[in-house]
């Protein structure tokens, strides 16, 4: 069964840090793009940030640049996403997700883009 499964919620405070993680199992993600979205309640879909399948072009959100960090060992089949001064605007549920069609980072992370896989979701809550 092809599954993808995220980890690392939590609770933290304004300024705090949290590193998700985006484990794949049944299959490889060596030739997947994956991205990191995000939905609070009332809100759309965000793309917050996408990684290319080698890891070499990387995509951010005006929102977390200069604070979110996204990079992925294959071998491990994982992709991460480092947060750093977690701010309470960044409350949401996170999701990763999987995608072997898009050719560009940019339209991985298109909030619109149907991916081929999703995780369940992990819940991120910046609060003091």
């Known amino acids: 069964q092809l599954q993808l499964v995220e980890s690392g919620g939590g609770l933290v405070q304004p300024g705090g840090s949290l590193t998700l993680s985006c484990a794949a199992s049944?299959?490889?993600?060596?030739?997947?793009?994956i991205g990191w979205f995000r939905q609070a309640p009332g809100k759309e879909r965000e793309g917050v940030s996408c990684i290319s399948s080698s890891g070499g072009s990387t995509y951010y959100a005006d929102s977390v640049k200069g604070r979110f960090t996204i990079s992925r060992d294959n071998v491990k089949r994982k992709v991460y996403l480092q947060m750093t001064n977690l701010k309470p605007e960044d409350t949401a549920v996170y999701y990763c997700?999987?995608?072997?069609?898009?050719?560009?980072?940019?339209?991985?992370?298109?909030?619109?883009?149907?991916?081929?896989?999703w995780g369940q979701g992990t819940q991120v809550t910046v609060s003091s």
């Open positions: 997700a999987a995608d072997w069609r898009v050719t560009t980072v940019q339209a991985l992370c298109a909030p619109g883009y149907e991916h081929a896989y």
């Open positions: 049944g299959f490889t993600l060596d030739y997947y793009g």
